[in-house]
């Protein structure tokens, strides 16, 4: 169900063999949070609030930044296919369930304050999307349950889906080029 596991687990590990306080779920969020609220895709501001966010404005190294290019570009891409190929930078199912949950919260909060960054017109977007945006805050907060079992399974993967609709919808509503937005009608 997601994309890449190899770039997580390649992005994870650059991160960590530089002692960096974030993981590949976070700063995927990030930038997929600056692009569907609507941060131009050519503008490299992007590069400056990543790492304001995720290394307190210390440039990343090199490895790293060319990894999450790479990985901005391929989610780029992703969120403008037609066939809706867009995927959440999480651990595999095989992880155990508390990393999962871990990696999905760090996902939203980046979502979230990659977002915040591109200050899109809330109150532009559609009411399903405001609802999603206040659902993903409570996401964000979510805790581990005790005892995981088969239907927290279920309920994770519900919730994975939930956030992937949620974030196309954004960059439906605020992030696509101009080119690539849909019309609007004409008013007579």
């Known amino acids: 169900m997601y994309q890449a596991p190899s770039l997580f687990e390649a992005l ?3 991160l960590n063999s530089k002692s ?3 993981d590949a779920a976070e700063v995927h969020g990030i930038i997929v949070g600056q692009l569907s609220g609507g941060l131009a895709h050519e503008d490299e501001s992007w ?3 990543l790492v304001d966010l995720v290394n307190n404005g210390e440039a990343l190294p090199v490895e790293v930044m060319r ?4 990985m901005r570009n391929v989610t780029l891409e992703n969120l403008m296919d037609d066939q809706l190929g867009f995927r959440l930078l999480l651990p595999d199912d095989s992880a155990p369930f508390e990393e999962q949950i871990v990696a999905t919260t760090q996902w939203v909060q980046g979502f979230l304050a990659g977002f915040s960054i591109a200050q899109p017109q809330l109150k532009d977007a559609s009411e399903d999307l405001q609802e999603c945006i206040r659902d993903l805050s409570e996401i964000a907060l979510l805790d581990v349950p005790e005892d995981p079992d088969e239907e927290s399974d279920i309920a994770l993967n519900e919730l994975h889906e939930y956030i992937r609709i949620a974030a196309m919808m954004a960059f439906a509503e605020f992030g696509l080029p101009p080119n690539k937005a849909p019309e609007k009608p004409a008013l007579h």
């Open 20 to 22: 960096l306080l974030t």
């Open 47 to 49: 590069r400056a609030s």
């Open 67 to 70: 990894l999450v290019d790479d």
């Open 12 to 14: 994870t590990e650059a």
